[in-house]
């Protein structure tokens, strides 16, 4: 959680200046006269986000990942104004989808073991070209959201914290490897280890469209006792819109 205060006082910290440009505007155009009317806003009915995703408090030894591992969400949201306010909350629902590619490691998972439950990660003894392991949640988030532009929110300086709760869909891993010159894929689905549920605190700043956002999980990727406690924590760019 340390890291994610941390990523989320830079985000603030770099957004700094727009919020000095957008209150420096609001004072030149304050004359009533001058200002439009207020139209039906943007609500971000859809937002779009694609971030590069990392296991923290990891071993030090066991567990080895390539550096490029990404998350990919899509979510459907309604907003609400806080009265008139440049406050609302949104939430909605959506699909959070991430992928980490394991480096020289396969994930030994079976649904078929007599001697516990556990997630273990071996070396690659097939050799595999690439492997990955991939996990999938049916989420809702959950946000308070600030916008400085009341007219245009597509126009203009945005924050937002929340909260991501989701439930399992699926996970599998996929290997690809050589067998005398033909490319094989071994892909094994499992719901036997990974947390059924995913909660997440999220925060994004940026101005119209885009924005910067990050996510600390609360929770594990393998339930207790049942795998390593790895822990995701996501930065990446998030497209907002209709």
Not at 97 to 110: E, G, H, I, M, R
Not at 140 to 159: C, D, I, M, T, V
Not at 196 to 203: C, D, I, L, S, V
Request: aromatic share 14%; glycine share 8%.
């Amino acid at each position: 959680m340390r890291n994610f205060l941390a990523i989320f006082t830079v985000l603030l910290l770099s957004a700094a200046p727009l919020m000095a440009q957008e209150n420096s505007l609001d004072v030149k155009g304050s004359s009533k006269d001058k200002l439009p009317q207020i139209t039906k806003p943007s609500r971000d009915f859809l937002m779009v986000q694609f971030g590069y995703t990392n296991w923290v408090n990891r071993p030090d030894s066991g567990v080895y990942t390539k550096p490029f591992a990404y998350t990919f969400n899509t979510y459907l949201c309604y907003d609400f104004p806080i009265k008139k306010s440049r406050m609302s909350f949104a939430t909605g629902i959506g699909i959070h989808t991430t992928t980490v590619y394991l480096d020289k490691q396969q994930l030994a998972l079976s649904d078929t073991g007599l001697n516990g439950a556990d997630a273990t990660f071996i070396s690659d003894t097939a050799n595999y070209k690439r492997y990955k392991f991939n996990t999938a949640y049916i989420q809702a988030p959950f946000e308070l959201r600030y916008f400085s532009n009341q007219y245009n929110r597509n126009k203009g300086f945005k924050a937002a914290i929340g909260l991501q709760v989701g439930t399992f869909l699926g996970a599998h891993t996929k290997g690809l490897r050589s067998v005398e010159g033909t490319n094989i894929k071994d892909k094994l689905n499992t719901k036997r280890y990974v947390s059924p549920w995913n909660f997440a605190a999220t925060a994004r700043v940026g101005y119209g469209n885009f924005t910067v956002f990050a996510s600390y999980n609360i929770t594990n990727v393998f339930k207790d006792n049942a795998g390593p406690a790895l822990t995701p924590m996501t930065i990446g760019i998030c497209l907002t819109g209709l």
